[in-house]
């Protein structure tokens, strides 16, 4: 028995599972598969609109491609702690490498709310509360504890910003 794992800009993966295969499982043999990427930030394996945890089971996707996502691309090697929120201005380039991430991820994300939920996204579509779900809490979950914010994963110190954007959280 083996499940088809899709990771971007390297191809799909046949893995072989065992009857008590996790998503811990699959990655580390994904890794043994891809030597030359980096491994230090978090990662993820989903399916659909589902968001498989470490020890969760890769049975339940036996009829699905996993999608495999390296939040390394766009992490630094440790999370850097910046308890001023004021401090955690996001970089040009940080942003960039965001949007090229995004672009990239976008397509293998499906839609988390409403009537749409479960069909694939696109990158035009992508928007905050993608971001939140496919990107944010992703990559941020575990560190320090509680987790962190996308700044702190991606800088290696406090980052003053110049100007301020803020938005609004509502639900729609």
Known sequence: MSISVDVPAAGAFEIPLTASSTAA???????ERLPDCPWHGNKMLSYGVCQ???NDSVQAANHSTLVFTN????????????????????????LVKVVRFISKMADRCCETFGEDH???????????YHADYWLIKPAT????DKGCSLVEVMAVEAQRPHWFVSHAWIEP
Do not use: H, M, W
């Open 118 to 128: 479960g069909t694939k996204l696109k990158f035009e579509d992508f928007n905050l």
């Open 25 to 31: 499982d699959v990655i580390l043999l994904l890794r």
């Open 141 to 144: 979950q575990g560190y320090q």
């Open 71 to 94: 939040y390394s691309e766009i992490s630094n090697k440790e999370a850097c702690s910046i308890p001023d929120t004021a401090e955690r201005g996001i970089t040009r380039e940080q």
């Open 52 to 54: 498989l945890q470490c």
